[in-house]
């Protein structure tokens, strides 16, 4: 499979961002719900509406998650002094090194699919990432492995620039009151993607939404 590379936008960056605000920071008791991600809130208000790590943690999982190299002081130099810094400048820094997929057609059965490329794409990041993919199918539930990999799946998700699943939530799995103050439990809860339910689903879902970015762009240049 032939991959093509292009380079983020500032713009798609924080897009990016705006889509993890809104489906973590519900799942996040110490995460800011109703803070409203722009370009020109400071790094310190980004980092409190997210609940996130300082500076050198946070520049770590960046350079992780967008698949960079971003050197220490690269990073230092646009999240600190972070009541000074703005997002805009951390946008700026991540479109000027990384990378989006642009998801190639597989042959298969001798015709092209392009659901077929882009679950390859991300099974083969996801992988890239530590998840373990030897059993990952077309069919193979969302929320299972979210479940057990969710910040790497939530990432792969909203890198593709799309919004395809509504809403995350939590359910508890087990019934009565030992199971429900027993927090140390790994197997407490389970997550909810509603009608997102496997690989699958959600593979076509951001070839749609991908499919009407373009229509609607289309649509934009012919009424200028």
């Not at 924080?14 to 991600?37: G, T, V």
């Not at 770590?60 to 000074?84: D, G, K, M």
């Not at 059965?109 to 991300?122: E, Q, V």
């Amino acid at each position: 499979m032939t991959e093509t590379k292009v380079k983020y936008t500032e713009e798609e960056i924080l897009e990016i961002f705006k889509e993890q605000h809104r489906l973590c920071s519900p799942l996040d008791s110490e995460a800011d719900l109703w803070a409203e991600i722009t370009a020109e809130m400071t790094v310190r208000e980004w980092r409190w509406a997210n609940d996130l790590l300082g500076w050198k943690k946070l520049s770590e999982f960046l350079n992780q998650e967008f698949r960079v190299q971003i050197s220490q002081e690269e990073w230092y130099n646009v999240l600190e002094p972070a009541r000074t810094r703005k997002l805009i400048e951390v946008c700026q820094l991540l479109s000027n090194y990384s990378n989006k997929d642009t998801y190639e057609p597989k042959t298969l059965f001798g015709k092209p699919c392009l659901k077929a490329g882009l679950f390859l794409t991300i099974k083969k990041n996801l992988k890239d990432k530590g998840v373990d993919v030897s059993e990952l199918r077309p069919s193979s539930s969302l929320a299972a492995y979210m479940d057990k990999y969710f910040s790497p799946i939530l990432v792969e998700i909203t890198l593709t620039g799309t919004k395809p699943i509504d809403k995350i939530e939590t359910r508890r799995k087990k019934k009565g009151f030992w199971n429900a103050i027993n927090i140390f439990d790994p197997d407490r809860y389970e997550t909810l993607t509603g009608d997102i339910k496997t690989f699958r689903d959600l593979t076509e879902k951001i070839i749609e939404e991908k499919i009407k970015t373009v229509h609607n762009r289309v649509d934009d240049l012919a009424n200028l």
